[in-house]
Nanobody, 124 residues
Framework: VQLQASGGGLVQAGEFLRLSCAAS????????MAWFRQAPGKERDLVAA????????RYADSVKGRFTISRDNAKNTQYLQMNSLKPEDTAAYYC??????????????????WGQGTLVTVSS
């Protein structure tokens, strides 16, 4: 599967962005999907993950209550709604797909396919 992320940009603290990740192929609905982010000089960390059906989600503690992951299997697309953005959310955001199901994988090494990064910059 090929993944194409979009929606990044420059915003001020407190504002919002919505990231999208469009997938090719007919098997999107079978994959666990996730968003990771990587700031300069730091490791790539999980932001949120969602099960193949969309019924189960998992979030990093730092984004709980502010970010929402979702997916539309009919459109082969996943989303990340990011509200109340903070400067510390600044990073390149990557979408990823995993063949693993439950529990939702949290380590980047457990994801099989990656999109290119989309840059999110939050100014204070």
């Amino acid at each position: 599967v090929q993944l194409q992320a979009s929606g990044g940009g420059l915003v001020q603290a407190g504002e919002f962005l919505r990231l999208s990740c469009a997938a090719s192929g007919r098997t999107f609905s079978t994959y666990t999907m996730a968003w990771f982010r990587q700031a300069p000089g730091k490791e790539r960390d999980l932001v949120a993950a969602i099960s193949s059906t969309g019924r189960i989600t998992r979030y990093a503690d730092s984004v709980k209550g502010r970010f929402t992951i979702s997916r539309d299997n009919a459109k082969n697309t996943q989303y990340l709604q990011m509200n109340s953005l903070k400067p510390e959310d600044t990073a390149a955001y990557y979408c990823a797909a995993s063949r693993l199901k439950y529990p939702l994988p949290v380590v980047s090494g457990n994801y099989n396919y990656w999109g290119q990064g989309t840059l999110v910059t939050v100014s204070s």
